[in-house]
């Protein structure tokens, strides 16, 4: 019996492996035992005395493998007889003479062999002692192995531990050299760009890359960015800059540019052109990312008169209300077209009047946007404006702004009959409406400076609303210039604020709008001076530290570092001498905007861990014992942040921040979100709502709607705000017929609720947005490329929202500065164009994109596509290609305005 429990326990495996050696010679047909016999027999050869019979068996040896690897779809027969042998072979090997070309020619058998060993580097080790012969005789799957070994054997020599060591790596880049022009002819590219990414050899690319075989190299190079570290995701891009420049693909090109934010190479690529229709086309792609080049003035011709005004998207206004005289929707809507105000009279009559006025006018400046007329606010009598009060006539005066957007001749016009009124408020607004109205939009007078900073740097204004309006219409109107002369004006006020610090005038609320406004105007600037200065108010004596509008401060810092990544390194120090409440959500909230749509994993792994830690009330007031002489409310509001664990909203944002520029990490985002929502805190749940509009904004997916309107309920009051907020967001200007259901039935739910009937009205009037022409969505070019100046506006809504009681609702408190959502607002449109820039109508067939990274051949684009004629609409995740052959694109990317050229092909 003891014998028995002594013996080992019997293994299937090797059971079942032993049994199959057993049957496996009578399994074999006729032919492949000869092949069997015939192999071994070679083996036998291989050890005889006569140099003759030795290559004669050597020779047929290599051609039976040969043969064999050549195209393997399976485990190649010669090499499943022969790896028994391998032992065998390599002790033969060993006996034969060095320098003999036998002993070349069976090390590489050996190469080949070792393909069927996996656990030594045999393939590589006896490549290098082989012959000189083509690698690529051997067949694809022999190279492929190869390949790894190298790349194995790379990362080995470089991690090597000795700094004195030097890395002998020529003798592996012999072999890439001569593997990558062999992947490059046999549709390999995505295996040849990992090979010379392993060694770090991509610079050598471009010389190996064919026009035949261009385009889906760098469509691989560019899908690896969001998965590789930095600095080699810069790498990437400058490589496919390079391949596309040097086959002429200048749109391409420019793409990545803008997308690696290098204005250098942004300007290099312009100015090289020497195609004027292309040239053409460039400005229109810089024009929606808003970035602004200055011609040179001793070329000031008739041409580059054009290109700027093109660039300055001086013709948006234009083509979009030919857009919608196409689509038949010129004529205005009514604010009650849009909420279908049916409920009980009776059960509403308790609302706050004023405040349903200011959402009805929030509805009809979205849902008019960008039109240019209404039914309300242009009325000839202005009976409108006589139902508003204090806040509400700003808005409703702003509103105009958003009515009138893109058109500054027309705009201005309207809105100039408001600045000489006498009324606080109305002026205000029409201030604010100025500053709107420019959002994107570049003017050679420079209408919205030259009335704003008047009312900025006029010392004798002491209307503090005036004051806010002017500088926030600043902000808007040249966001992301990053001119000097703006921020000279704004950067005055800001000083002189800080310099009067006690004055009664000067409150947290101006103070935070004049950040908010210099950190729009240095959008992605890396100005450390400016940021400096800017968290320099947090030490100045008698600054109220627990203010809700600080987080604006702190937003700027980030907004200047928008999508920089490491140059941002350096400022998180900055923090380190303020007060923790402040340094905790400042230190997150700058890493996460210079991390803005990376999708780097390791960041969002952090803030995870992050957003799971939990503070109780006590630890949170241990924590904010210091510096807390220098606070000067202790009667803060709720939802400051000086409140227990405020620092986690910004990090459940955050997420969202980082993680919206790639489509599996958003999906992983938000099944993360769920885990949130389930263990997270009172903080964290409340802020899951506004991540999941950022991560969707104009998408209405149907998981996000699902649960927003499960949170739309929910018995905190914070959480169901959000919630309504970012189902406005979500389906932004889409008219999605679930949301709109959605909140009709919420608007009856919260009819004795004015609070919550004042969000869902505006969360109806963002669905409505641009009577479903619009769209908040930051991203464009089939997704590949982000707007920071609209993900600087979607996270100022979005952080001001954090604490939306204080900030966003309410009529004493600032709704204007939901108006920063003008700041995202695009059509989301398509408009081609003939080469004299005139409207031309072609056949384009819409559909679902389609991935085709790494697919061989020409692999059809989209599905489930419908044939349009220009110009159409396109919802986010479509794309369009065209239907005909007459035409020839000038950019691969069908969105926004596209430039076509007669096919002089077609025409021969």
Not at 749 to 761: F, G, M, T
Request: proline content about 3%; aromatic content about 6%.
């Amino acid at each position: 019996m003891s014998e028995k429990t002594a013996t080992p326990e019997a293994n299937p495996k090797q059971d079942k492996d032993a049994e199959e050696s057993k049957i496996a010679p009578e399994e074999l047909s006729e032919e492949d035992l000869q092949l069997k016999e015939e192999l071994l027999l070679l083996v036998d050869r291989l050890e005889d005395e006569e140099m003759g019979l030795r290559q004669n068996a050597l020779n047929l040896l290599r051609g039976q493998i040969r043969s064999s690897t050549s195209s393997m779809t399976s485990v190649p027969k010669p090499l499943k007889f022969l790896r028994p042998q391998y032992q065998r072979i390599e002790s033969i090997y060993e006996k034969y003479p060095d320098g003999e070309n036998l002993k070349k020619e069976l090390a590489d058998v050996l190469s080949v062999l070792g393909m069927t060993i996996g656990e030594k580097r045999d393939c590589l080790k006896y490549r290098l002692q082989g012959t000189s012969e083509a690698v690529s005789s051997w067949g694809h799957e022999y190279i492929r192995h190869l390949s790894g070994e190298i790349q194995a054997e790379y990362q080995e020599k470089i991690k090597g531990g000795d700094e004195e060591m030097e890395l002998d790596t020529e003798y592996l880049m012999e072999l890439v050299r001569e593997i990558i022009p062999f992947n490059m002819q046999h549709n390999a590219e995505c295996e040849a760009c990992d090979l010379l990414m392993e060694v770090e050899a991509l610079d050598c690319l471009e010389q190996y890359v064919d026009e035949l075989v261009h385009e889906r190299v760098c469509l691989y190079l560019v899908s690896c960015v969001q998965y590789v570290a930095e600095p080699e995701n810069t790498v990437l891009l400058t490589v496919a800059i390079s391949i596309f420049r040097k086959f002429n693909k200048l749109a391409s090109a420019m793409r990545l540019a803008m997308q690696l934010n290098d204005l250098k190479v942004i300007k290099d690529i312009f100015f090289s052109c020497n195609d004027n229709i292309v040239k053409k086309q460039l400005c229109f792609m810089l024009g929606r990312q808003q970035v602004f080049l200055e011609m040179p003035e001793d070329e000031m011709e008739t041409s580059n008169e054009l290109l700027l005004e093109i660039i300055s998207n001086s013709q948006l206004n234009q083509h979009f209300l030919a857009l919608a005289r196409e689509l038949d929707i010129v004529e205005p809507k009514l604010p009650d077209d849009v909420m279908k105000n049916h409920s009980d009279p009776a059960r509403t009559a308790t609302h706050d009047q004023s405040k349903m006025f200011l959402a009805s006018t929030f509805v009809n400046g979205f849902v008019n946007c960008a039109f240019g007329k209404d039914k309300v606010t242009m009325d000839t009598d202005k009976a409108w404006f006589g139902k508003a009060k204090d806040n509400g006539m700003i808005s409703a005066i702003a509103s105009l702004g958003l009515i009138l957007l893109w058109d500054i001749d027309t705009g201005l016009t309207h809105i100039d009959s408001y600045l000489y009124s006498e009324d606080v408020e109305i002026k205000a607004g029409a201030l604010l409406a100025t500053g709107i109205v420019n959002c994107g939009i570049r003017n050679e007078c420079d209408p919205a400076m030259g009335i704003l900073s008047e009312f900025v740097a006029d010392p004798n204004l002491n209307h503090i609303k005036m004051k806010i309006a002017a500088i926030l219409g600043l902000g808007l109107a040249y966001a992301g210039s990053c001119r000097e002369d703006v921020m000279g004006v704004l950067s005055e006020v800001f000083t002189d604020k800080l310099n009067n610090i006690n004055d009664k005038l000067i409150t947290s609320e101006v103070i935070s709008v004049a950040a908010l406004s210099m950190g729009l105007v240095s959008l992605g600037s890396c100005d450390t001076e400016l940021a400096v200065k800017l968290l320099s108010i947090f030490s100045k004596e008698g600054y109220n530290m627990k203010s809700t509008f600080n987080r604006f401060i702190i937003l700027a810092v980030g907004l200047i570092y928008l999508g920089k990544q490491k140059a941002a390194s350096p400022m998180l120090d900055a923090f380190d001498g303020l007060p923790p409440h402040i340094k905790d959500f400042g230190v997150i909230l700058l890493d996460v905007c210079a991390y803005a749509g990376t999708g780097n994993v390791l960041k969002i792994q952090s803030l995870l861990h992050k957003a799971s830690e939990f503070f109780t009330e006590e630890e949170d007031k241990e924590k904010d014992t210091k510096g807390k002489e220098n606070l000067k409310d202790p009667t803060a509001v709720a939802g400051a942040l000086h409140e227990p664990g405020a620092h986690q909203a910004v990090t459940v944002l955050g997420i969202a921040l980082v993680a919206m520029g790639e489509d599996i990490g958003g999906e992983m985002t938000l099944r993360t979100f769920s885990h949130l929502l389930q263990y997270g805190d009172s903080v964290t749940k409340r802020s899951v709502p506004l991540a999941l509009a950022l991560l969707s904004a104009s998408n209405p997916q149907l998981p996000v709607i699902d649960t927003l309107s499960k949170l739309s309920h929910d018995i905190d009051a914070e959480t169901a705000h959000n919630a309504i907020l970012a189902m406005g967001i979500v389906g932004a200007g889409t008219n999605n017929s679930r949301l709109v259901n959605l909140l009709k039935q919420l608007a009856t739910y919260y009819q004795k609720d004015s609070n919550n009937l004042y969000i869902v009205r505006l969360a109806q009037g963002l669905i409505h947005l641009g009577k479903g022409t619009l769209t908040l969505n930051p991203y464009h070019s089939d997704r590949g490329l982000f707007t920071p100046v609209a993900v600087g506006s979607l996270l100022t809504i979005l952080v001001a929202a954090m604490d939306i009681k204080n900030v966003l609702i309410g009529q004493t408190n600032p709704c204007y500065l939901l108006y920063c959502i003008a700041l995202a607002i695009q059509p989301r449109m398509l408009v081609t164009l003939d080469t004299d820039l005139k409207p031309l109508s072609v056949s384009v067939r819409v559909g679902q994109a389609v991935d085709v990274v790494g697919q061989a051949g020409k692999p059809k684009t989209i599905t489930g596509f419908q044939t349009h004629t220009t110009p159409v609409l396109l919802s986010y995740g479509e794309r369009a290609e065209l239907a005909t052959n007459e035409y020839i694109s000038t950019t691969p990317f069908l969105e926004g305005f596209v430039i076509l050229q007669k096919n002089k092909d077609l025409s021969d």
